[in-house]
């Protein structure tokens, strides 16, 4: 089947009370080890990529890495989306549409709420027009090295969530409830009551960054109190290094010729890794 809307999928999430898995990809072999995880659980994904993966460090462009993702989506057997992930600048953004991602994430939580609004709007208009899907953030999810997650003044205010919503258009939202981007110092604790309250305001579906190193436990309840996207990027680059340093290990002394099975082995690996994942999903393709 063809890529489909991130937006489908999260109202699909809704009505089922859990949460789609967005899993951040950089290569091929990311990208083949997700849609294969999610044929063999029968689950939809959503695959993301980072803009400063194609800026910095130049695994992919926009173009390419779409194209290849809507090879693979054509041949699956479940729903798969592909979705733009944080996004700052609003070029980027388009230049991401235009080449095909089915779902962007503009970010500009660090702006005033009016700048927000008006820079998001924006976005929204030229998406929309497209037929493309839009996340946008309120509240900062920080980092979780600098214990971000703890600081209350980064969370979501509830109050602000409705007028930005409606202001806005937006198709989806990134909150901050205690949940920060990479490796936490000790568990995260999710504040599910501010969860409650802003899910009560909006129709919007909500969004769970800074996944990795959250206890399965608070994502379950998370999935079922109003998050219906779940992004998880720190877990899975990590399964991605492991596989190749013990791939390494294993064929000492290397040849050249031992480049060859790298793929083979981390598709492997990154594949078992994520159909465990994916039994947090309670929805079925």
Request: glycine content about 4%.
């Amino acid at each position: 089947m063809s890529l489909v809307k991130a937006k489908e999928l999260l109202s699909a999430a809704d009505k089922a009370n859990t949460s789609v898995i967005a899993y951040i990809c950089i290569d091929y072999n990311m990208v083949a080890s997700v849609i294969k995880a999610a044929e063999i659980t029968k689950k939809p994904a959503i695959v993301m990529l980072l803009p400063e993966h194609v800026t910095l460090n130049k695994t992919a462009d926009f173009e390419g890495f779409a194209a290849m993702v809507m090879k693979l989506a054509e041949k699956a057997s479940v729903p798969i989306a592909l979705h733009l992930d944080h996004s700052f600048d609003e070029n980027e953004v388009r230049r991401a549409i235009d080449a095909g991602f089915t779902s962007v994430m503009f970010d500009a939580s660090k702006d005033s709420l009016e700048e927000n609004i008006r820079r998001t709007k924006a976005v929204v208009e030229y998406a929309h027009a497209k037929g493309v899907s839009v996340e946008a953030e309120l509240g900062s999810v920080g980092l979780a090295k600098d214990q971000d997650n703890e600081k209350t003044d980064f969370y979501t205010k509830p109050e602000s969530v409705k007028k930005f919503c409606e202001s806005t258009g937006v198709d989806s939202l990134a909150i901050a409830i205690g949940n920060a981007h990479g490796d936490y110092p000790f568990p995260p604790k999710l504040d599910l009551a501010r969860l409650d309250e802003i899910n009560a305001i909006t129709d919007v579906p909500l969004v769970l960054h800074g996944g990795s190193g959250i206890p399965d436990d608070q994502l379950a309840e998370a999935f079922s109190r109003g998050i219906n996207k779940f992004n998880y990027g720190t877990d899975v680059l990590r399964c991605y290094d492991q596989a190749i340093r013990r791939y390494h290990e294993e064929h000492q002394p290397a040849t050249s010729l031992d480049a060859l099975g790298i793929a083979e082995a981390v598709q492997k690996a990154m594949t078992e890794f994520i159909v465990k994942k994916m039994e947090l999903c309670k929805l079925e393709a």
